[in-house]
T-cell receptor, first 114, second 114 residues
Framework: KNQVEQSPQSLIILEGKNCTLQ??????????LRWYKQDTGRGPVSLTI?????NTKSNGRYTATLDADTKQSSLHITASQLSDSASYIC?????????????FGKGTHLIIQP | NAGVTQTPKFQVLKTGQSMTLQCAQD?????MYWYRQDPGMGLRLIYY???????DKGEVPNGYNVSRLNKREFSLRLESAAPSQTSVYFC?????????????FGSGTRLTVV
């Protein structure tokens, strides 16, 4: 069964600090991996999408990495801001799937403290 | 652009009541989706519509029906609500169905069934 595991479940850091969120997956055959940001009471918003051949992708202060061999991805947030407080969701797509080929992780809940 | 608009934002139902959740997108996307999000779980696909005139079951379709009214609108109906359907419901759309297309999500409908 396809699975996406994220760690940690929750994280609290001080404003201005960096942090890294982890995503491990067992989705086959792999097509792409996405990171979403979900603010409280809002829908997920796409941050990055990476295919098998991409190992790094940036979006402002967000940098995602992908190691397709070990089936791991990370999302690094640099110089955190209060507005970064949100849940971050890792989503992995399988090549054979259509809409039901997407597997969602449970998310990491990040709190930035002033 | 409004993107994906969901109504209502909040709803409380009594067990056995029926209701329809509305979703509309203004991006001329062909594919639309309904997900539910429960505490401690990743988003789960209820139903999707790859294109106007077609609908398919996702991972958790029991207790729900859908209608793709036209290219813009995709509604989700609960015929006889149950407490197990208490959840946050998200509608999403993409240019086409398939692993390589990005999804745009609405802001969600928070449904409580008592």
């Amino acid at each position: 069964k396809n699975q996406v595991e994220q760690s940690p479940q929750s994280l609290i850091i001080l404003e201005g600090k960096n942090c890294t969120l982890q995503c491990n997956y067992t989705v086959s055959p792999f097509s792409n991996l996405r990171w979403y940001k979900q603010d409280t009471g809002r829908g997920p918003v796409s941050l990055t999408i990476m295919t098998f051949s991409e190992n790094t992708k940036s979006n402002g202060r967000y940098t995602a990495t992908l190691d397709a061999d070990t089936k791991q991805s990370s999302l690094h947030i640099t110089a955190s801001q209060l507005s970064d407080s949100a849940s971050y969701i890792c989503v992995v797509s399988a090549k054979t799937g259509g809409a039901d080929g997407l597997t969602f992780g449970k998310g990491t809940h990040l709190i930035i403290q002033p | 652009n409004a993107g994906v608009t969901q109504t209502p934002k909040f709803q409380v139902l009594k067990t056995g009541q029926s209701m329809t959740l509305q979703c509309a997108q203004d991006m001329n996307h062909n594919s639309m989706y309904w997900y539910r999000q429960d505490p401690g779980m990743g988003l789960r696909l209820i139903y999707y519509s790859a294109s106007e005139g077609t609908t398919d079951k996702g991972e958790v379709p029991n207790g729900y029906n859908v209608s793709r009214l036209n290219k813009r609108e995709f509604s989700l109906r609960l015929e006889s609500a149950a407490p197990s359907q208490t959840s946050v419901y998200f509608c999403a759309s993409s240019e086409n169905q398939g692993a390589n297309y990005g999804y745009t999500f609405g802001s969600g409908t928070r449904l409580t069934v008592v």
